[in-house]
């Protein structure tokens, strides 16, 4: 269809394109939410680190925060992992960006997206088990009375959060989508 009074062509949205396109904001949120996450975690287990350093040498009368820092390495760990399975910087099969062959390449890399988002809902299966249990058995650590099931739940939501950007890089990859994140 052409418009006549400016001389462009106009074409008609492709369909589906906008359902695709409210997945890729999604994800860009996900992944923006999941970057802030890990950024966090960082900054609680460096100044808890710090302060229990300083604690040490100076023989201050606080308790250690070397519990912090421990459970802080859980979204650091697993919310991360999901912000570079966004990125595509996970382990994969990197050979296939060396084929020329487009088809094969594509393949590869769906089989790759395909064996993650298995891994991530197993993964998110049996956690989610073990979530449960620290749940309802009350369990905490030690030093400061941190429940368990906060670590437990960021190992939870982080292997959802990689079930998610695998299940987009499927779809992606078999409707001709380019993949976010870090590789186009």
């Known amino acids: 269809m052409s418009n006549a009074a400016n001389g462009t062509k106009e074409t008609a949205p492709k369909k589906g394109r906008s359902l695709l396109g409210a997945f890729d904001k999604l994800e860009d949120s996900l992944a923006a939410l999941e970057k802030r996450?890990?950024?966090?975690?960082?900054?609680?287990?460096?100044?808890?680190?710090?302060?229990?350093?300083?604690?040490?040498?100076?023989?201050?009368?606080?308790?250690?925060?070397?519990?912090?820092?421990?459970v802080a390495m859980s979204p650091m760990a697993f919310v991360g992992a999901a912000f570079c399975s966004y990125m595509h910087h996970h382990i994969t099969i990197d050979v296939a960006e060396l084929l020329k062959n487009r088809l094969l390449k594509t393949i590869l890399r769906g089989a790759a997206s395909v064996?993650?988002?298995?891994?991530?809902?197993?993964?998110?299966?049996?956690?989610?088990?073990?979530?449960?249990?620290?749940y309802s058995?009350?369990?905490?650590?030690?030093?400061?009375?941190?429940?368990?099931?906060?670590?437990?739940?960021?190992?939870?939501?982080?292997?959802?959060?990689?079930?998610?950007?695998?299940?987009?890089?499927?779809?992606?990859?078999?409707?001709?989508?380019?993949?976010?994140g870090g590789e186009a």
């Not at 300083?54 to 308790?63: E, V």
């Not at 064996?115 to 620290?134: E, N, R, V």
């Not at 650590?141 to 939501?157: A, C, N």
Request: charge should be negative.
């Open 137 to 180: 058995s009350g369990e905490s650590l030690i030093d400061l009375g941190t429940p368990v099931w906060i670590p437990m739940g960021f190992m939870v939501l982080g292997a959802a959060f990689m079930f998610i950007h695998a299940a987009f890089d499927v779809i992606r990859l078999c409707t001709g989508m380019p993949r976010t």
């Open 37 to 70: 996450v890990a950024a966090v975690s960082l900054v609680v287990m460096i100044f808890a680190i710090l302060v229990t350093i300083l604690a040490r040498f100076f023989n201050l009368p606080i308790p250690s925060l070397g519990e912090y820092a421990l």
């Open 115 to 134: 064996a993650m988002a298995t891994f991530a809902a197993i993964f998110t299966w049996l956690a989610w088990d073990l979530l449960i249990y620290a």
